[in-house]
């Protein structure tokens, strides 16, 4: 097993939990790669799958890369895990505006 190989067999099994703090601060662990984000939605690579943080005001107060953790703070309003494997047919973004 080569050195990247083991790399993304550690990732794959990093812990991932969420933790929503009265809808204003996010913490989620196990975060593989921040996708993209603005100040209503975030797209999060994790362990689990990718997610969707939407909402209000949102900003990014921690991101730790070499732990994978990442701190949002702002008005939570969604969070949503995006299956990849549901439909072929529709592009990842297409599932994201369903």
Do not use: A, P
């Not at 067999?9 to 993209?36: A, M, P, W, Y």
């Amino acid at each position: 097993m080569s050195f990247g190989d083991e790399t993304l067999s550690q990732r794959s099994s990093v812990s991932h939990e969420v933790i929503l703090k009265g809808r204003k601060q996010l913490e989620i662990t196990g975060v593989k790669e921040v996708e993209s984000f603005d100040n209503e939605e975030f797209l999060l690579e994790t362990s689990m799958g990718f997610l969707s943080v939407r909402g209000h005001n949102l900003h990014m107060k921690n991101l730790d890369v070499e732990d994978g953790i990442v701190s949002i703070e702002g008005k939570v309003d969604d969070l949503v895990y995006v299956d990849q494997t549901s439909s072929k047919s529709k592009g990842f973004i297409g599932k994201l505006f369903k």
